[in-house]
């Protein structure tokens, strides 16, 4: 005859997940915000604004018209698997207002890498990057709201404003 023991004593569960003894097992109940085996993983939901840009860069050259902007935003979770999302492209804008919401799921997100592009247009070769790339640390965990500016220098005279919020 097998003895079984009580496996939720002490409890193996993190982030105040609730066990359920089972026989020689056990399984963790997670609380909203938390997945895993344990209840290990924050997850939650990664909205980021695109705001507006101001006098970005006119990368398209002479006789080629203006710069028509966008922003792509690629999140990584905490298993490095990523998901890329982009804004409109708003041609010939210079000082593009977007007011663009970008929604990436649930997931455990760490990071969002952040790139201000120029559409070139699909016969015209890659698209020129406007503002240098950053990396935003999202933070595990992390719940609320920041703002950040994407800036060309430190006197941040071309600039891109997004707003991130990430939700347990």
Do not use: H
Not at 64 to 84: E, Q
Not at 87 to 96: A, C, H, I, L, V
Not at 105 to 112: A, N, P, Q, T
Not at 125 to 146: A, H, K, N
Request: aromatic content about 10%; overall charge negative.
């Amino acid at each position: 005859m097998i003895e079984d023991g009580d496996e939720c004593s002490p409890n193996p569960c993190l982030n105040g997940a609730t066990c359920v003894d089972q026989v020689a097992d056990f399984t963790c109940l997670c609380k909203r915000g938390f997945t895993g085996e344990r209840c290990e993983r924050a997850i939650g939901l990664l909205q980021v604004q695109v705001v507006r840009g101001r006098n970005l860069p006119d990368k398209d050259g002479f006789l080629a018209g203006k710069s028509d902007p966008y922003v792509r935003v690629t999140a990584y979770d905490i298993d490095n698997k990523s998901l890329s999302l982009r804004t409109s492209e708003k041609g010939g804008d210079q000082n593009p207002n977007w007011n663009q919401n970008l929604f990436f799921g649930y997931r455990s997100w760490v990071s969002m890498r952040i790139e201000v592009m120029d559409s070139d247009g699909f016969f015209n070769g890659r698209d020129d990057q406007l503002l240098p790339t950053r990396i935003i640390y999202v933070g595990v965990p992390f719940s609320g709201t920041r703002s950040d500016r994407i800036c060309d220098s430190s006197s941040c005279r071309r600039y891109v404003d997004i707003t991130f919020t990430y939700r347990n």
